[in-house]
């Protein structure tokens, strides 16, 4: 197990000791302690390495995380696991604003809550929530799952694309273009995989399933409203 | 019998033919204009000024002869690799996917020849143009279509679009017919659909979360290459102000006349400030936070030769980008397509509908046969030339102001031809030494 203390160690060399594992490398366990809710925690990896960063962190922690498994043991700021490639990034608590936006791949864990816009854009990777979500989340989704074990906000999956949705809870209202859909076993296969993977304690008939109504994925004056 | 005298058919200022072609397409088909190609009204430009040249308080250095510099370095204030441009014209991000490969990788070997660098757009970066392309700089976008960790990394710059002159505040749209299999994949989403490009970025929301927006980028690379912020042409002084504040190396200003985004026609010629009117203001911005020079300022929309390269600059930028030009100079709205301009219902220097992906020059389309039209070595050739003749024009300028580089030119080279223009650039306006607004008048 190897540690870095960013009560003593800067955020640079902090990720750059990170970055600079190799995919074969044999020191795969870090701890950082104190992130002390500094911002741009462990970004940019791409190694399977496990990092356990030991408290709450600010912005952007995990972001573009490719390969690696980042253990939040706190809390995190806007735009965790933000363009995410591939890996797992779990949080213990609470998420801020858009949790998981633009991710491309892997699974983003978030044990707690997340705020507004969580899966912005998201285009591949597959978030679990536990708790509930804010509004506007899943906005502009493009691809991936996005699985809440509590309720949802305002708008949900405003102009989504292709992403699935499944909520165990409420939704408080759809944004523009999304629907509740038809929940087929091939979708209560998905939701499965995912539970398992996330460690939730959830059954996959307690979901529903929402998607695109895919009326606006070409312009049409007669949708008007709805612009 | 004489015939009586009647008033000549009057047409209305107000209500032109072309303002009624208007009203009535918008009548037939329910949706606003949709083109690209920049402002096209008459709005101040760098043709409203002129050099004064040398005379007997300044000399001139020989032309040919005694050497005019033009190469500039963007991103000397916090990156380890800053870019060296042999110089100070760069190409501006167009996206793969709005133009075809071949033109991607004309204009990455035609910025190569002549030393500079180009810029990806939305869409991703593409193995032609990084192939291609010695310095290449990754824009940042808010759809992030294509944005992933290996391309960062292999960025000579990073580009952090906030806005485009064409469309301060507004998106973008690619139909569905330029979605191809390949451009869908690159983007993730289905074929065929029309794809959305979003208006602001998802996970920020002003200068203060941009400042941790970049902390993340650097970090993510190391703090070695440069990291531009892209703004358009809006609110000049506070942007620049705001883009140093939030820790950009470069800043890059797109007036109106910035032309290779598609979007509505209403848009482009109502939103935003011409380029000349935002020069001054950005310049200003940096000298009051002491970064002029410091943080490089590149301005783009409407460069078309050496003379507004070199107005520019004297003005106070740093570098100048082109990008409606650089696409004409590969090939783009050539007579020699006419006949398919006519079918199209245009004419060669009025196609605007770059967003159709139906090009007869094979550039703005991810159509095969049409993009098989432009050959990336000839085109990148064309590119090439192009660059050197405007390089030997601002440095022919720049001489007879009595300039050893071209960054030495300075806004009392200038004088304006109109009131505007004066105002606008700060220079006075011919014959006198007072312009609109000039302190002390």
């Given at each position: 197990m190897q540690s870095l203390d960013m009560a003593a160690t800067d955020l640079r060399e902090v990720n750059a000791t990170l970055q600079a594992q190799a995919a074969q490398t044999n020191q795969t366990e870090w701890v950082i302690e104190n992130p002390r809710g500094s911002h741009a925690v462990a970004v940019g990896l791409d190694a399977p390495i496990h990092v356990t960063v030991k408290g709450s962190t600010g912005y952007y922690c995990a972001g573009m995380n490719a390969q690696a498994t980042v253990h939040v043991q706190g809390s995190v700021g806007p735009g965790v696991a933000e363009n995410m490639m591939s890996g797992e990034v779990i949080i213990d608590g609470d998420a801020s604003q858009y949790a998981g936006a633009t991710g491309h791949g892997g699974l983003l864990n978030i044990k707690g809550n997340a705020s507004s816009r969580c899966g912005i854009s998201m285009k591949g990777i597959d978030i679990v929530v536990h708790g509930n979500i804010g509004h506007m989340s899943a906005f502009m989704a493009q691809k991936g799952n996005l699985v809440?074990?509590?309720?949802?906000?305002?708008?949900?999956?405003?102009?989504?694309?292709?992403?699935?949705?499944?909520?165990?809870?409420?939704?408080?209202?759809?944004?523009?273009?999304?629907?509740?859909?038809?929940?087929?076993?091939?979708?209560?296969?998905?939701?499965?995989?995912?539970?398992?993977?996330?460690?939730?304690?959830?059954?996959p008939e307690e979901f529903r399933r929402y998607g695109s109504a895919r009326k606006l994925y070409n312009f049409n004056i007669d949708h008007i409203d709805e612009y | 019998?004489?015939?009586?005298?009647?008033?000549?058919?009057?047409?209305?200022?107000?209500?032109?033919?072309?303002?009624?072609?208007?009203?009535?397409?918008?009548?037939?088909t329910g949706i606003y204009d949709i083109r690209g190609g920049g402002a096209k009204r008459r709005v101040p430009h760098f043709d409203d000024l002129l050099f004064l040249g040398a005379s007997m308080s300044r000399y001139p250095l020989e032309g040919y002869r005694e050497k005019c510099d033009t190469s500039v370095t963007l991103g000397t204030r916090f990156a380890k690799k800053p870019i060296e441009l042999k110089i100070p014209i760069t190409i501006a991000g167009m996206s793969f996917g709005a133009l075809s490969g071949q033109a991607k990788e004309a204009l990455g070997r035609g910025a190569t020849m002549a030393g500079t660098s180009t810029t990806t757009g939305d869409g991703g970066m593409t193995e032609e143009e990084r192939g291609h392309s010695e310095k290449l700089v990754y824009q940042y976008l808010p759809s992030r279509y294509g944005m992933n960790l290996h391309d960062l990394r292999r960025a000579d710059a990073i580009e952090i679009v906030v806005g485009q002159g064409a469309k301060p505040g507004g998106g973008g749209m690619l139909l569905g017919q330029k979605i191809t299999e390949r451009v869908a994949g690159m983007r993730d989403l289905p074929q065929g659909i029309d794809q959305r490009s979003a208006c602001r970025h998802p996970d920020w929301t002003g200068p203060d979360d941009l400042e941790i927006k970049i902390l993340e980028l650097r970090e993510i690379t190391g703090w070695q290459v440069p990291i531009y912020i892209k703004v358009g042409g809006a609110r000049p002084y506070y942007d620049t102000a705001l883009a140093v504040k939030?820790?950009?190396?470069?800043?890059?200003?797109?007036?109106?006349?910035?032309?290779?985004?598609?979007?509505?026609?209403?848009?482009?010629?109502?939103?935003?400030?011409?380029?000349?009117?935002?020069?001054?203001?950005?310049?200003?911005?940096?000298q009051d936070l002491g970064m002029h020079r410091e943080v490089q300022l590149v301005v783009s929309g409407g460069i078309r030769s050496g003379a507004d390269v070199a107005k520019a600059l004297a003005l106070g930028a740093d570098a100048v980008a082109i990008g409606t030009a650089a696409l004409v100079a590969l090939g783009d709205n050539d007579p020699k397509w006419e006949a398919e301009y006519q079918a199209l219902g245009t004419t060669h220097g009025a196609y605007d509908d770059w967003h159709e992906g139906r090009d007869p020059a094979g550039i703005t389309t991810q159509h095969p046969e049409l993009g098989a039209r432009l050959d990336p070595v000839a085109a990148g050739r064309r590119l090439r030339n192009y660059l050197n003749v405007m390089t030997l024009e601002c440095q022919t300028l720049a001489r007879a102001?009595?300039?050893?580089?071209?960054?030495n030119l300075e806004p009392e080279d200038l004088c304006a031809l109109t009131m505007e223009a004066a105002a606008m650039a700060k220079v006075p306006l011919a014959g006198t030494d007072w312009y609109p607004g000039k302190p002390g008048f």
């Open positions: 809440v074990l509590g309720d949802a906000g305002d708008a949900l999956g405003d102009s989504l694309y292709e992403a699935r949705l499944f909520v165990r809870g409420s939704v408080k209202s759809l944004g523009a273009d999304c629907i509740e859909k038809e929940m087929r076993p091939e979708h209560l296969e998905i939701l499965a995989d995912l539970l398992t993977r996330a460690g939730a304690d959830a059954t | 019998m004489d015939k009586t005298p009647q008033t000549e058919p009057r047409q209305s200022w107000t209500f032109s033919r072309e303002v009624n072609a208007e009203i009535r397409r918008a009548a037939a939030a820790g950009a190396d470069v800043v890059v200003l797109d007036g109106m006349q910035g032309g290779t985004a598609a979007t509505q026609d209403v848009f482009i010629e109502h939103v935003g400030q011409p380029t000349l009117a935002c020069i001054r203001p950005a310049v200003q911005a940096l102001c009595g300039k050893s580089h071209v960054l």
